[in-house]
């Protein structure tokens, strides 16, 4: 396969892809996610664990979790809250979840009257009570809107997981290791690219579902 100068298309492997044949690229994208995943399966059992019971103890004392993410981050904070609200594989009692990012009135209003950064910062003003938890996706950790939901939610006392990638971004000096608050975390995953760190980011959601769905049967 050719560009429209005439020179081959190079993967990001530095191979020669063609439409015809392209097994290596193929190959080669899967053999980096298990690269990837054995990253994070090094790394991330002790954060997954302290979000598990974050999460837990917003849930199973009648509070609720807020999801909100943008783009493929928003589609993530979407699916998490449907598989508490509705089940991930077996049926048990809902879980309450809310995503901040289906509502499109709500979305375009806040955006058009105050602008974009304020979209999730006044759903959890307005939605956030004590003991509620906010569930903040970036893949950067750099969003603007994320960035002011999650101060939001930290003075007002809620809990916060803050699940992005290996830098942490802005998100890391706003929940870096100085940060003396039980129920705060920055939850960072492996991965510098952006779809990196969303196949890791849904790995992590569905393991904290697997795991929450499963104390909710046994209650």
Not at 98 to 118: K, M, V
Not at 196 to 213: A, G, K, R
Request: net charge negative.
């Amino acid at each position: 396969m050719l560009q429209n100068d005439g020179r081959p298309v190079i993967s990001s492997h530095g191979e020669d892809v063609t439409m015809d044949n392209p097994h290596s690229e193929i190959k080669a994208h899967f053999e980096a996610h298990l690269a990837l995943v054995q990253r994070a399966s090094q790394g991330l059992t002790g954060p997954i664990s302290r979000a598990f019971h974050l999460l837990s103890a917003c849930l199973f004392s009648g509070s609720k979790v807020l999801v909100c993410g943008n783009g493929g981050s928003a589609a993530d904070a979407q699916h998490f809250a449907t598989e508490l609200v509705v089940r991930y594989r077996h049926q048990r009692s809902p879980m309450a979840a809310l995503a901040l990012t289906t509502d499109s009135s709500i979305l375009t209003a806040a955006a058009n009257d105050d602008g974009f950064a304020t979209v999730f910062q006044r759903q959890v003003e307005a939605l956030g009570r004590p003991g509620d938890l906010l569930l903040a996706i970036s893949t950067s950790g750099d969003s603007e809107n994320i960035f002011r939901a999650c101060s939001s939610a930290m003075n007002l006392g809620l809990g916060l997981i803050a699940l992005t990638g290996e830098s942490g971004g802005r998100l890391a000096g706003l929940l870096g290791p100085d940060l003396n608050a039980e129920n705060v975390m920055l939850l960072k995953v492996p991965g510098q690219k952006a779809d990196e760190v969303q196949q890791i980011h849904l790995l992590v959601l569905h393991v904290l579902c697997e795991l929450l769905e499963e104390k909710a049967r046994r209650r």
